[in-house]
């Protein structure tokens, strides 16, 4: 049974910084691509990142430069550094195994100016 359990959310000023962590259990984690996704309030969810089985990543436009994501196989876990965070960073951050049905639960970001 896969599980994706998401940690590191929290409040947080403009321009702070948060890690936020992804444990999986249940799957071949190193074999798998892994992504960040948020949902704010009104909105669709959206990829924020992605990292593959051989580390390559993806960002999305509104936060290259700023988040980070990697992966660290031997403990099964993708982290996302979010540095120079902004309000309109706020959201539920999720995990996801992609091209997979498999989500984390979720965990709250808030960037307050």
């Known amino acids: 049974q896969v599980q994706l359990v998401e940690s590191g959310g929290g409040l947080v000023q403009a321009g702070g910084s948060l890690r936020l962590s992804c444990a999986a259990s249940?799957?071949?984690?190193?074999?798998?691509?892994f992504g960040w996704y948020r949902q704010a309030p009104g909105k669709q969810r959206e990829l924020v990142a992605s990292?593959?089985?051989?580390?390559?990543?993806h960002y999305a436009d509104t936060v290259k430069g700023r988040f980070t994501i990697s992966r660290d196989n031997a403990k099964a876990t993708v982290y996302l550094q979010m540095n120079s965070l902004k309000p309109e960073d706020t959201a539920v951050y999720y995990c996801?195994?992609?091209?997979?049905?498999?989500w984390g639960q979720g965990t709250q970001v808030t960037v307050s100016s």
């Open positions: 249940g799957v071949a984690f190193g074999i798998y691509t």
């Open positions: 990292v593959s089985r051989d580390d390559i990543s």
């Open positions: 996801r195994l992609v091209g997979s049905g498999h």
